[in-house]
């Protein structure tokens, strides 16, 4: 079969001798070929690469509102979780263990005058927001009760709808690849693109100079449309990264599905956010920290602050004045002793 | 370009988020999660380092195919050139503290695991481009 295009034709072989030396073949290709063929190729990914960005954005259902109860649940936790964390240990230890205290204890306790604990308070508060919030559906779905059952028994998290938006994605970009690869395959046919600048196995043949016909001695790195499309697809992603400034289509739907289904938050995978209970949880479990097993970096803020000359053994004369404290009696040390002294009162 | 690395070291950060779900009869020893660790400096910091593998990754695809290169020659460029920019990112941007910076303990996993495979199809695809535009027509 002849050659669809005569372009090809202005290619030149330097061994006209011996076929079978393939790798010392160079064609020279036509630099309308470059012009016509491969930067229209290039524009034409970008653009549509750029479509589709724009269009997801477009069609990205909303942020799901989430409901004031699970907001001041959540915030709760992440405060839980300072203290519980590394940062706990920037306060003074009777700080901490007052709000260890004030946050989890239980009703009745003696410790603490019998007040409940803030952690307790507000999943109580949760408890009857959510029982309001339910009897107010409740009425208001009055006579549409048979939907109940249904939507009962369905599993938490593995909302449908959900499910489809993240399917609908994959979807939207196998679509799209596909028509783009078969257009671009039918467009494009019978040219000899680019040179891929390595070698490549004769076992590439098939794949990467599909559409090229009875060029059997061609060499392997001579490559049709359809690679360079492939090229191209791959290539681009680090170029749109750059040029959207935020994380890619693909990328974004998949943080979504995992958000879904719960997994960075660290729960169960498809368990829903049950606002009272992991509260009541966190009070427990802060209820059983020991003060004793952290480290506090306040304690070690003048030992850091002073680094060598933090004196050794001189804390048994503590309170008979700062220049006895630290041995020294330079200006500079008293500056830094009075220092330490205002942090440590704040 | 931003300083890519927001004060995420552990010693000045004063707001660590912590992981959310951690077991509390675990830090009995209290050393393991007594790190403060800001999630967002965090992201931030990976975000800007995959801008600049990125780019660099685009630039070095140019430079090899502006040069000429083919084959292992090629490979080399550009297993160097990321090198290289990965150590630079060490040096000058992070002095030098992998792990403050990224939690990353493995020099290895840093300079040459990390992002290679997105950066080598960019590399790819420009150096392919570059060196057909510059030599093939």
């Known amino acids: 079969m002849p050659l669809p295009h005569s372009n090809m034709a202005s290619s030149s072989i330097s061994s006209p001798s011996d076929p079978l030396v393939r790798t010392t073949q160079t064609l020279l290709l036509d630099s309308q070929i470059r012009d016509w063929v491969v930067l229209p190729l290039l524009v034409i990914m970008i653009a549509a690469g750029l479509l589709r960005t724009y ?3 477009l069609l990205r259902p909303p942020p799901k509102p989430i409901s004031h109860i699970d907001a001041r649940a959540k915030s709760a936790l992440l405060r839980i979780s300072r203290l519980r964390g590394g940062s706990g240990g920037y306060i003074s230890k009777n700080h901490w263990e007052a709000r260890r205290l004030a946050w989890s204890t239980r009703e009745g306790s003696s410790s603490n005058n019998n007040t409940t ?17 339910d009897a107010l559906q409740k009425t208001e779905n009055g006579g549409s009760n048979a939907n109940d059952p249904l939507t009962a028994a369905m ?10 938006d993240g399917m609908k994605g994959n979807m939207a970009a196998m679509v799209q690849n596909m028509v783009m690869m078969q257009g671009i395959s039918h467009f494009f046919r019978g040219f000899v693109l680019v040179k891929v600048p ?16 009875d060029l059997t001695t061609l060499d392997t790195s001579y490559v049709s449309s359809v690679s360079w499309y492939f090229l191209v697809m791959f290539g681009l992603r680090a170029f749109f990264r750059l040029a959207m400034g ?6 974004v739907e998949g943080n979504e599905l995992q958000k879904e289904l719960g997994l960075d938050y660290g729960g169960p995978p498809g368990g829903q956010f049950d606002a009272p209970k992991v509260l009541i ?10 003060v004793r097993s952290r480290r506090f970096k306040l304690e070690d803020a003048e030992k850091k602050l002073l680094g060598k000359r933090y004196p050794k053994k001189k804390k048994i004369m503590k309170g008979s004045g700062e220049d006895v404290l630290f041995g020294l009696s330079s200006g500079k040390n008293k500056a830094l002793s009075s220092s330490i002294r205002n942090k440590k009162k704040d | 370009m931003i300083d890519p690395m927001a004060d995420i070291d552990g010693t000045t950060s004063g707001s660590g988020g912590g992981a959310m779900a951690m077991d509390p009869s675990t830090n009995a020893d209290g050393e393991h999660n007594q790190e403060v660790f800001d999630i967002n400096a965090h992201r931030i910091n990976m975000k800007k380092m995959d801008y600049i593998r990125s780019f660099m990754g685009i630039v070095s695809g140019c430079v090899a195919g502006v040069l000429g290169l083919t084959g292992l020659s090629g490979l080399v460029c550009f297993l160097l050139l990321h090198i290289l920019v990965n150590l630079s990112l060490l040096f000058l941007k992070m002095n030098g503290d992998l792990h403050a910076y990224t939690r990353e303990k493995n020099l290895f996993v840093f300079l040459i695991a990390s992002d290679l495979q997105k950066c080598g199809m960019s590399f790819m695809l420009f150096w392919t481009l570059f060196y057909g535009l510059v030599y093939l027509f």
């Open chain 1, 117 to 133: 604990g803030w952690l307790r308070q507000e999943a109580a508060l949760a408890e009857s927001e959510k029982k309001a919030l």
């Open chain 1, 155 to 164: 599993l938490p998290g593995m909302d449908p709808s959900t499910m489809m």
């Open chain 1, 246 to 251: 935020e994380p890619l289509q693909e990328e």
């Open chain 1, 198 to 213: 390595f070698p490549l196995t004769r076992g590439f043949k098939q794949m990467f100079q599909r559409g090229l016909f």
């Open chain 1, 281 to 290: 949880t966190e009070a427990d479990n802060l209820e059983l920290m020991n």
């Open chain 1, 55 to 57: 269009v997801g954005r």
